[in-house]
């Protein structure tokens, strides 16, 4: 899953964060490998994006290694 940009330009809101990684959850209940990048941006959208997102995410966010 890739991610450009969310509701009102780049970078994404907690509630927009909130809502995948609830989605997430669900695919992976069911069993799914899901890959999440986020594209970069000259404000640094991307990096606060991803960490917030594998903060709501918890356990279930898997670094790669």
């Known amino acids: ?3 450009h940009h969310g509701a009102h330009g ?3 809101s907690d509630d927009e964060l909130g ?3 609830k989605r997430l959850i ?3 209940a069911e069993d799914h490998d899901i890959y999440v990048y986020f594209n970069n941006d000259p404000e ?3 990096i606060r994006d991803a960490l917030r997102l ?3 995410l918890g ?3 898997v670094l790669p290694s």
């Open 54 to 56: 594998r903060e709501l």
């Open 10 to 12: 780049m970078g994404f």
């Open 19 to 21: 809502l995948w990684a």
């Open 44 to 46: 640094g959208h991307a």
């Open 1 to 3: 899953m890739r991610f």
């Open 26 to 28: 669900s695919a992976a």
């Open 59 to 61: 356990q279930l966010a």
